[in-house]
């Protein structure tokens, strides 16, 4: 069988060690700060394994990324010689090691094409299949450098001052910049912003550089910003090109509306997205550019509803994990091991990828059994000594056993059982401890008197925060009595504190939308993220309290400039504008099935696209008519407790007056 040759490497390690490479890139001024968890490495001895049967003689030609050699049928072969395979089977071996990045082969080939059919081994006993991902397809390609596009992008103006020159690109980019003709015979100085504030804030700006005096050209490493401020030269002594570096995403998703402050608001969370949606998704672009398993579990849904793109998702789901023995929760965070294990789940059900879940489930299986062994005797899982229990920016009462982390552990049991029973390794044991903790939590966490989930039952403030009570609605945790008192009480109930955050108003919004709360959720995606626009936002920030104004808006961390003005998290609106008001969701693994429910939501009308999966599904719906359109079979239209049939390709339409 003839077939198309790509780069190999052992599963996962792509992954993995652009991982490690992203997690040491963070820098603050005059250090870098690499991440403060346990970073691992791709294996740096591999071999590669395929009996190839020929139905015709031909030629192999390997490459490889490292020092090996090649067996064929008992008989060595050097690397970049062409090697004759005659007509039959021949069973091929290359070992191949590399220090200094990813050890990778391209095999040259028609029959003996390197791609996923080859299987790879780090020296164990396993052969599992050998990673690719369609990225390196040519033999020039290295797998050890990220394939990232490039484009030039210009200033949209540039200002001489006394004290240097102020470019400004009119919203926030990633890119890097390159200085060429260069004439100064002083040190230049390079101050990055991300706002105008920061650029010009030479004493604490986050991200600087310096070009060395008497360099005729100078190349910056890809950064985040949107002014630059440039001391120690005019603009006539250096030539200074920006190239815009970026992951070329299909964008299948849309949304607009009769609102056009929510049409601007979705375009800028798309924007948002795209410029976090790299190797992997990251936090933000400026600060931290780690990756935060948390908000790449609201990036993964955002996705499905923009991109649609398993691909960076998958690759994600990797790095996050990591490779066994586990020493620590992912990223040290208690809550953040449970949204990865939750994530696998998803990612399954948006796509019914059946292979990636048969790869990924022994490190799902023994993530989860390391938080079983965190458990203590009561079954509950406890913060330890170095680990952070998060759940939100929030006064919320952390003593013991914390509600909304319970429930999060509920909710991937749940999971794993889920994934193993995809796989036929499904254990038994997963959905009873889930069913056990599921009754714990409400046995020591409910408070009958509030009507509503406490934070902690052990400190003895009954402290009672939307946190847990949105989870609790989100996975049905919560009986239909206590869902009824848990929306009177809290979610409806203005003496419970307010979110405050982008990254919880993502979970808030979802379940607003639930209970039928639209105009609600209309009013907050203008006043809150409106809000953001109405002080200059390009991008959506990790933080933002509309009390807060002037410079103070920038500060975080005890840093003046410490909050990131593009932050993932940030673009929740894609979600819920997708999910709740076009209204399509699946019902079974894959899109196979779906439903369709639209909903205005105090709008007069809207308009968009959802990806599902394979296709795509078009929505209109104004107060006087409804018309959908799909290429995807299996959908349902749910208008007002009826159920309408899609058909493929063939417009649905409704009069609704």
Not at 87 to 108: C, K, Q, W, Y
Not at 280 to 299: E, H, M, N, P, T
Not at 468 to 473: C, R, Y
Not at 618 to 641: A, M, N, R, Y
Request: glycine letters at 6%.
């Amino acid at each position: 069988m003839l077939q198309s040759p790509e780069w190999i490497w052992y599963p996962g390690d792509f992954e993995i060690y652009h991982h490690l490479l992203l997690n040491t890139r963070r820098e603050e001024r005059y250090h870098q700060w690499p991440a403060f968890w346990r970073l691992d490495d791709c294996y740096h001895n591999v071999r590669f394994r395929k009996e190839v049967q020929c139905d015709t003689p031909e030629v192999m030609t390997v490459y490889a990324h490292g020092s090996g050699v090649i067996w064929v049928d008992g008989k060595r072969y050097p690397f970049e010689k062409p090697i004759s395979l005659s007509t039959g089977s021949h069973n091929i071996e290359i070992m191949v090691a590399r220090t200094d990045g990813l050890p990778s082969i391209f095999i040259d080939g028609q029959q003996s094409a390197s791609n996923s059919s080859w299987e790879a081994n780090d020296y164990s006993i396993d052969w599992p299949p050998a990673g690719c991902n369609g990225l390196y397809l040519k033999k020039e390609d290295d797998p050890a450098i990220f394939a990232f596009q490039y484009e030039e992008i210009l200033p949209l103006s540039i200002e001489q001052g006394e004290e240097g020159i102020l470019f400004d690109y009119g919203k926030e980019t990633f890119a890097a910049l390159q200085f060429e003709n260069v004439q100064a015979t002083k040190d230049i100085q390079l101050f990055y912003g991300e706002s105008i504030e920061e650029a010009l804030d030479t004493e604490h700006s986050i991200i600087i550089d310096t070009i060395p005096s008497a360099s005729t050209s100078y190349h910056c490493h890809p950064r985040a910003f949107r002014y630059l401020f440039v001391q120690g030269a005019k603009k006539e002594q250096f030539k200074l090109t920006a190239r815009y570096e970026y992951l070329p995403l299909e964008q299948k998703g849309s949304f607009t509306c009769s609102n056009d402050l929510i049409n601007r608001i979705w375009e800028t969370a798309e924007y948002t997205l795209h410029l976090n949606s790299r190797e992997f998704f990251l936090d933000g672009i400026k600060r931290d550019r780690w990756v935060w398993s948390g908000d790449a579990y609201q990036s993964y849904l955002i996705n499905n509803y923009l991109y649609f793109d398993p691909a960076i998702t998958k690759r994600t789901i990797i790095a996050l994990r990591g490779k066994d023995p586990i020493v620590r929760h992912i990223n040290t965070i208690v809550d953040y091991s449970f949204y990865w294990l939750m994530s696998v789940y998803d990612y399954y059900e948006t796509t019914k990828d059946v292979d990636f879940i048969t790869f990924i489930y022994p490190r799902m299986k023994s993530m989860m059994e390391y938080c079983i062994s965190r458990t203590d005797e009561d079954g509950f899982i406890r913060g330890r000594e170095g680990d952070w229990v998060f759940i939100d920016w929030a006064e919320i009462d952390k003593t013991g056993a914390v509600s909304a982390v319970q429930m999060l552990y509920a909710e991937s049991l749940k999971a794993v059982w889920a994934c193993g029973e995809r796989i036929g390794a499904g254990e038994k044991r997963y959905l009873e401890l889930y069913e056990h903790l599921k009754a714990r939590i409400n046995e020591y966490f409910w408070d009958e008197e509030r009507g509503a989930y406490m934070d902690s039952f052990e400190s003895g403030k009954r402290n009672v925060t939307r946190h847990a009570n949105i989870f609790a609605l989100l996975w049905n945790l919560a009986d239909s009595k206590q869902q009824e008192s848990i929306i009177t009480n809290v979610l409806l109930n203005d003496e419970i504190p307010q979110i405050n955050t982008p990254y919880f108003k993502f979970y808030e919004l979802s379940v607003m939308s639930r209970i039928g709360q639209l105009d609600y959720v209309s009013r907050q995606i203008q006043d809150y993220w409106g809000g953001m626009m109405k002080l200059d936002a390009t991008t959506f920030w990790e933080e933002y309290n509309p009390e807060i104004t002037g410079p103070e808006r920038l500060s975080m961390y005890d840093d003046r400039y410490g909050k990131s003005l593009c932050h993932a998290w940030g673009a929740s609106p894609i979600y819920v504008l997708g999910r709740y008001y076009l209204g399509v969701y699946p019902t079974s693994p894959g899109y196979e099935s779906y439903v369709v429910e639209p909903q205005l939501g105090g709008l007069e009308w809207i308009k968009g696209t959802v990806p599902v999966n394979r296709g795509i599904v078009s929505i209109e719906l104004s107060q006087d008519t409804l018309e959908i359109v799909t290429d995807q079979p299996g959908g349902i239209l749910l208008w007002k407790g009826q159920d309408y049939p899609l058909a493929v390709n063939t417009p649905f339409k409704l009069n609704l007056i």
